[in-house]
């Protein structure tokens, strides 16, 4: 029984991460990005932003750059906690789903 309680309470830890990498996207990253992550916005192009739905980087890669920026990419430490952080790099590599 306390197996079951551990693996819900982590389940809903999940979900609820999910949806707050899955806002926090939409939020701050969405304008370049895309909402589908393809990059294919009118900003996201003239920036040449990478496609997120191909992405073979880490998850940690992933919150590095999206902490500290990469390119003409804002760095969103400062902004974003680092739990916010790794919420947006958690919903990238889960499919942005």
């Known amino acids: 029984m306390k197996r079951l309680l551990v693996a819900a309470a982590l389940l809903a830890a999940a979900v609820t991460a999910s949806a707050d990498g899955k806002a926090l996207f939409g ?3 969405a304008a370049c990005h895309g909402a589908d992550g393809k990059g294919l916005t009118g900003m996201g192009k003239k ?3 990478k496609d997120l739905t191909v992405t073979k980087l880490t ?3 992933m919150e590095a750059i999206v902490s500290d ?3 003409k ?3 969103f ?3 974003l906690s ?3 952080i790794k919420d947006v790099a958690a919903f990238v590599k889960g499919g942005l789903k």
Do not use: F
Request: aromatic share 0%; charged share 30%.
């Open 77 to 79: 430490k400062g902004k």
């Open 47 to 49: 920036l040449g932003v």
């Open 73 to 75: 990419m804002t760095p």
């Open 69 to 71: 920026g990469r390119g």
């Open 59 to 61: 998850a940690a890669e």
């Open 82 to 84: 680092p739990a916010e």
């Open 27 to 29: 939020a701050k990253c």
